[in-house]
């Protein structure tokens, strides 16, 4: 761990050259099911939503900001902050952090497959799927975090750049625009309403921040301030990516008049719609944007959920979070990107069986309210010094925010619920 007066010496002339694991955050948090969401609700209200993304992405702000402090405030992980609590946080999170990766990795490789599969038909779509898993494996086995960022960082500009062009090129309209900033909900825009200001820029990567912090080597109060720059610069191109797919739902896909399917096919809808407005170069363009939106993410858990795993079993085991084991390339971090990439190839085979489905999504859908609230005893407690405590303002952002995805979850659990009759 640095010393403060290294630390410090370092803050102010590295502030802007070490920009990077916000960016990693926010681009692994986007995933297709966000921006098809994203699509459907501007296809069906126009701009009349924006306002809960907005809202969406300052909630996100105050809970990433919220584990990047306890980590750099504590010196500790977040699950060690979690064992504090008691054993029921342990209890939630060992169950969840095994279904949910065995039910994402079959999710991520066949969504990442998508596109591919669009640009080579001839291709079958699982070959696709194992395919991306498999390179998703190898660039994070064999390169240190630093690598990682750096591929991640390029997806970005990518997945940036085409999506940001295309809403563009759509020519919003700009009083329909700044008309939706002010809140309202249209009848039938509860879920997607809460989707968006709830759902979008990850659920379990967002704790995967502060593990990075640690692999980037920001590990140190005086890391504090860079650290919020980061988070919200980060957010902030997230938000501006999601209002672009907001954008191109309310325009293009509105003025076309069809129907987007609601699961990652959707994305596979709009580019038909793209090649006969645009022509198929900006269709064949967003295929490319919507790879590198899906291989970000999937690679981002590859490696970031992996992390979150080598600390919890680490500790488990007994085991510092320090320990070798328990880092970045240990071998509980090596067995976790398994379990991430070849059981989950099983589902692409026999369809994601119905019980295992069902516990993906109960549990997913809890995830937010656990970390939001869980945070509210971390941050302001002697768990962190008093400098770094919370301040008024942001356990009511945090409260909000817990009662906001409390929400969210059941709405949720209601949809899965109804899906089983």
């Known amino acids: 761990m640095a010393d403060a007066s290294s630390g410090l010496a370092a803050e102010p002339r590295k502030k802007w050259k070490v920009i990077g694991p916000g960016i990693v955050v926010a681009a692994t948090g986007v995933g297709a099911s966000d921006m098809v969401s994203t699509l459907v609700a501007g296809s069906m209200f126009g701009y009349t939503l924006l306002w809960a993304i907005i809202v969406g992405v300052v909630l996100k702000i105050v809970l990433v900001e919220g584990a990047g402090r306890y980590v750099l405030a504590s010196g500790k992980t977040i699950f060690e902050g979690w064992r504090t609590l008691g054993r029921w946080p342990v209890w939630y999170f060992a169950p969840y952090i095994i279904?949910?990766?065995?039910?994402?990795?079959?999710?991520?490789?066949?969504?990442?497959?998508?596109?591919?599969?669009?640009?080579?038909?001839?291709?079958?779509?699982?070959?696709?799927?194992?395919?991306?898993?498999?390179?998703?494996?190898?660039?994070?086995?064999?390169?240190?975090?630093?690598?990682?960022?750096?591929?991640?960082?390029?997806?970005?500009g990518v997945m940036f750049v085409?999506?940001?062009?295309?809403?563009?090129?759509?020519?919003?309209?700009?009083?329909?625009?700044?008309?939706?900033?002010?809140?309202?909900?249209p009848e039938g825009s509860v879920l997607y309403t809460l989707a968006m200001s709830g759902g979008i820029g990850g659920t379990i990567t967002l704790v995967a921040?502060?593990?990075?912090?640690?692999?980037?080597?920001?590990?140190?109060?005086?890391?504090?301030?860079?650290?919020?720059?980061?988070n919200t610069m980060a957010y902030v191109m997230t938000g501006i990516f999601v209002i672009a797919m907001?954008?191109?739902?309310?325009?293009?896909?509105?003025?076309?008049?069809?129907?987007?399917?609601?699961?990652?096919?959707?994305?596979?809808?709009l580019t038909d719609v793209l090649n006969d407005k645009y022509g198929t170069?900006?269709?064949?363009?967003?295929?490319?944007?919507?790879?590198?939106?899906?291989?970000?993410?999937?690679?981002?858990?590859?490696?970031?959920?992996?992390?979150?795993?080598?600390?919890?079993?680490?500790?488990?085991?007994?085991k510092s979070s320090d320990h070798p084991d328990s880092r970045e390339n240990g071998k509980y971090f090596r067995f976790y990107m398994l379990w991430l990439t070849f059981p989950p190839m099983l589902l692409l085979l026999i369809g994601k069986p119905i019980a295992l489905v069902i516990a993906y999504g109960v549990l997913g859908?809890?995830?937010?309210?656990?970390?939001?609230?869980?945070?509210?005893?971390?941050?302001?407690?002697?768990?962190?010094?008093?400098?770094?405590?919370?301040?008024?303002?942001?356990?009511?952002?945090?409260?909000?925010?817990a009662a906001l995805f409390i929400c969210l979850a059941i709405y949720k659990l209601a949809d899965i619920i109804i899906g089983l009759f």
């Open 99 to 156: 279904i949910w990766g065995f039910i994402y990795g079959a999710t991520a490789m066949a969504t990442t497959a998508l596109p591919l599969a669009a640009l080579f038909p001839a291709v079958p779509l699982n070959v696709f799927a194992v395919g991306t898993g498999l390179l998703g494996l190898v660039l994070v086995w064999f390169n240190r975090y630093a690598v990682f960022e750096k591929i991640t960082a390029v997806l970005v």
């Open 162 to 185: 085409i999506i940001v062009g295309l809403a563009i090129i759509a020519a919003p309209s700009l009083p329909g625009l700044l008309a939706g900033l002010i809140p309202r909900l």
């Open 209 to 230: 921040y502060g593990y990075w912090l640690r692999e980037k080597g920001w590990s140190h109060p005086s890391w504090m301030r860079v650290m919020r720059i980061d």
């Open 246 to 269: 907001f954008i191109v739902g309310a325009t293009v896909v509105a003025d076309a008049g069809v129907t987007l399917s609601t699961d990652s096919k959707g994305l596979l809808d």
């Open 281 to 318: 170069f900006i269709g064949t363009a967003f295929l490319v944007g919507f790879f590198a939106a899906a291989f970000s993410s999937l690679i981002g858990v590859w490696n970031g959920v992996s992390l979150m795993f080598a600390d919890f079993w680490g500790n488990m085991r007994g």
């Open 365 to 401: 859908a809890l995830f937010l309210p656990f970390l939001a609230i869980t945070l509210l005893p971390l941050l302001n407690t002697d768990r962190v010094p008093k400098q770094w405590r919370n301040r008024w303002y942001t356990n009511v952002a945090l409260v909000i925010t």
